[in-house]
Each structure stands twice: as C-alpha cells, then as structure tokens.
C-alpha cells in the first residue's frame, strides 16, 4: 500500500459534531465520578513510600484541538485527609512509617463527588525497614575530593539481606560499585555521586554473566559504573543525583572511534538477569554511553527518575533507559532530557522477548536540561518485541515519539501489539533525518541505502522481520519543522494492521506510508503547519 497525504486539511464535520457531544457527555457524566481504578503495585511499596496508580474513567471520542491530558489534576486523599494534588496519573506518598496500613484513595479536583468514599479506597502496608548501613559510618567522607570508592563498597558488602545503605547528604568522589541482591541503596536530597571519570579508563573492572539465547547460552560481558549480575530485589531511592561525568570520556571517542587504549566507554548503570528492581526519585546525569540498561531483567518499576544530559559538552549514545530481553517493566512519572533514544527497547532475534512494557505519564523535554537533545520511545533497530503501552506521555522538543525500526539484516525481529495513546508533542528544533524520519516512524529500512528501499522486493526468508498490530490514539502533533508521520514496510512482507484514531496533525508534510497492510485512519484532521523562521 502507498499513500502520500501532503499538506491537506481533513475534517469530518457531522461526523465530528456527533462524537464532539458524546465526548462532552461522557466527560460530563464521569468527571464527577470518584477514581475506582486505584491501585499501588507491591513492587512500589518500600517502608516510607507507596506509588499509588490510577487511569481516567472515561475515554474521550475525539482528539480536540484544545484537550491535553495534562489538563486533569487529581486530589490524593490519606486515611481520608488530602495531603496533595497531581496533575499525572500517577503521585509517590511519602514520609511513611514502616509496617503500617494506609488508606489511599483519589478524586479529579473539580469533581462534585464525595472528597473520600470508602469503598473507592485501597488499604495499603509498608515494608519494615531493615538494618541501616550509613557510608559515613565505613569511612566516607562526602566532601567531593576524597575517594569515596572502597567505603561505600565495604557499607554495601557488609548490608545484611533487607538493610539499606544510606548515602547521606554530601558529594561524594567514586570510582566504581557493585550492587547485589536484598538491599536497598538510598541517596539522599542534597548527595551527590560524582564518578572520578575518563582518568579511570583502566581500571574499571568488567563482569560476566551467562544468558540463554535461543541457539544456546552465551556469556555477556558489561563494563558500567554502578552494576550487578544475577539480581533479585533491589530498590535504588531517594532524591539525591548520580553524575557519570560524561564531558570527560566523550571527547576522546569521537564517531567511528569505539576504543581508546583498548577500552570503551563505559554504561552508566548496568543490571543484568534478575527480577524485582525498583529505580525511584533518582536523578542520572551526563553518561559516557547509555544510562540505564536492563539485560534479562524481570518486574521493573521506574517511578519519579530524571534521566539528564546536563553538560553542554557534544555526546553521543546517551539512550536514557533500554531494556534488553526485559520483561514486566513499567516506567511511571519520569523526566527524559538526556540524549538520543529516551527508552530503547533492545535485544536480537535469538534473545528473549522483551514483553509487556509499560510507559505512563512521562515527560519527554528537549529544554529540561542545558544540554538535552532526546527523541523518544524507540524500538530497535531490531529485536522480539510484543505488548508496549506508552500513554498520558507528553513530548517538548524531542526529536520524535516513536520510533518503531529495523532492516533487512536484523533477522527473526519481531514487534507485535503496540500502542501509543494520549499523546501531546510539540517540536520546534528537530528536523527530519534519516534515523528518524518524523515524530511517529515505523521504519523497516533503518539506514538502508536506496536500492534497498521500500519500492525494492528482496527476497522474503523465514528471518525477515515483522511488525503487526501497532496502535496511535489520541494524540495531538505540531511538528512545524518537518513530517508528520512516516512508514515504510517491506515489499515482501508488508507491515500489519497500523490504526490511527483521534489524531490531530500539524506538520510541513502529513503522512508518507508504503507498504503496510490493513490500515485504518479514524478521525484524524491533517493541517499545514507554520513553518518556524
């Protein structure tokens, strides 16, 4: 299938009239409504905190011009006393005491409902805290110039199943750390972790892990500041900020250069092959390569993370958050401001599935920090994909919101059930390019050259990737510096089943779409966006 749609204004008017009211009824009706769908995932919960989650009781029939999501605030009731209001779909209670029942329950702000019903609440007990294990107390000094490397390491070698070691307020130099299983490891407000940086490039330690592939196991070998292998309950907190230091290794890997000395850059944070990791409250700034990354790793919850590129120093590979074969991952409530992909969803065909991902209420901001330049969500450019939500998610000057690739060579890729709803993008810096094409790509032609392009039939194998079922709804563009959204599928195999529903599109260029199979477009109004000066 081939369809170009180019600067056109597409409106439905009875239509939309008819759907217009019976969004207003139905906002009408059910905004009054106390929210009945709260929840707080036990992964959440830690002895002070409980990350209360809920959804909107209505669905809107059409994409208004005027409507964001962001709009909506929430008021967040305590054993029945507000204690604050969010305007997300997602609030962190904290200052709690271990092992005791809360009551929560939540209520849109402007709703004439009863402020606290029973019924709609839900009872909640926090952890027991555990043993505390203070940095300070195994030598660390936190003035910024003393290596802090070996005392922070022995308060974690030494924390007992449970305990949590505690980084205090302070800055503290390091080296390297490695992270284990059955802890929690809290940075305080007012902690920062420098990483002493490029002059460490010899003696970061690398660690080995055995994966299962589907033609076998191999043995993955990482190299990243703070890491761990086989890892099972782990909980990284607080409200303190992790530097990696990035402005000092970048300059000396230039594009095309992997390795100096024999080494390469390192990750930021690295976790491979376990389960049961909650990242909150965190701040990670300036990697010399990807921040977060999530090898084999089951039941993730990021909540209230900022993800930064801080220096104004030019880098590269700044993924913000990439989980790898990953499964169970919910990223709630977090800041991407880093640069390149935000959330890269990673792997290869013979790797595991990386299934059921979920990303909810986050902001995507090119201006939140000095030296940000991030696209979106991102999947590929090639692995076994299947059950991605990203929703109630706003994008300022990012490059895109999604960003679905692979290519021909990326054998047995698989992307299946996808879907992206109630979406607010508005660009003023990134142009189109040639790895993202426009703010939602599904792109089968990754960097393929143009005798490879999707006009070109190659032979179809059993290895070629296949994408299927992916989902736009609700969602509100203005793109004034380029496309709106593009796709290109193979010739052979055509892309499957691609909706578009309740979208309004303000772009220098509407839809580009070749090759996909079974397409429906539903209320969707397409206008010539003013181009930026």
Known sequence: MNIQIKSIKNKITKLLIIFLCMGLQGWGQNASNFIKNLRAPSLGV???????????????????????????????????????????????????????????????????????????????????????????????????????????????????????????????????????????????????????????????????????????????????????????????????????????????????????????????LELVKGSNILIQGVTFQDSPKFNNVLIYIDNVIYSDVKILKYSTVKGRNGDG??????????????????????????????????????????????????????LGFAIGSGCKVKGVLVKNCTFIDAASIANIKTKKNASYTFVEDVRVENITYLNTKHTDRKWNHAPIAIDQYYYAPEDKGPTVFQPLTPETPFFRNIQFKNIRMNNPVGRGIYIAGFA????????????????????????VKDISVQNVTVELAVKQD
């Open 492 to 515: 052979e195999l055509p892309i499957q089943q691609v909706s578009f529903t309740n979208m309004l599109v303000k772009s220098l260029d509407g839809f580009s779409i070749q090759n």
């Open 321 to 374: 958050l990439d989980p790898y074969g990953s499964r169970n991952v919910t990223i709630v409530g977090c800041l991407f401001a880093n640069q390149d992909d935000s959330i890269a969803l990673k792997g290869d065909g013979k790797s595991r599935f990386c299934e059921n991902i979920n990303v909810l209420d986050c902001v995507f901001d090119g201006n939140a920090a000095p030296g940000a330049s991030p």
């Open 46 to 268: 830690t002895s002070s905190t409980v990350l209360l989650l809920w959804d909107d009781q209505y669905e809107p029939n059409v994409m208004l011009e005027e409507y964001s999501h962001s709009k909506l605030s929430y008021d967040i009731y305590q054993n029945g006393i507000k204690i604050a209001t969010a305007n997300k779909h997602t609030y962190t209670v904290k200052d709690l005491s271990p092992e005791r029942t809360y009551s929560f329950s939540v209520c849109v702000t402007k709703s004439k409902a009863p402020k606290f019903l029973e019924e709609n609440a839900i009872n909640v007990t926090t952890k027991n805290v555990g043993n505390i294990f203070n940095v300070k107390d195994f030598g660390a000094i936190g003035n910024g110039k003393v290596h802090d490397t070996e005392a922070i390491q022995n308060a974690i070698n030494t924390c007992d199943k449970g305990g949590t070691v505690l980084v205090p307020a302070g800055s503290y130099l390091i080296g390297q750390i490695e992270l284990k299983s059955d802890m929690t490891f809290e940075i305080e407000k007012g902690a920062l972790i420098t990483f002493i940086g490029y002059d460490d490039i010899g003696i970061l330690k690398r660690f080995k892990t055995t994966l299962a592939y589907t033609d076998g196991d191999k043995v993955h070998t990482g190299k990243s500041l703070i890491y761990g292998s086989n890892i099972h309950n782990l909980t990284i907190t607080g409200e303190g900020v992790l530097d990696a230091n990035g402005e000092t290794w970048w300059p000396h890997f230039p594009v095309g250069l992997e390795k100096v000395k024999g080494e390469s850059r390192p990750r930021f």
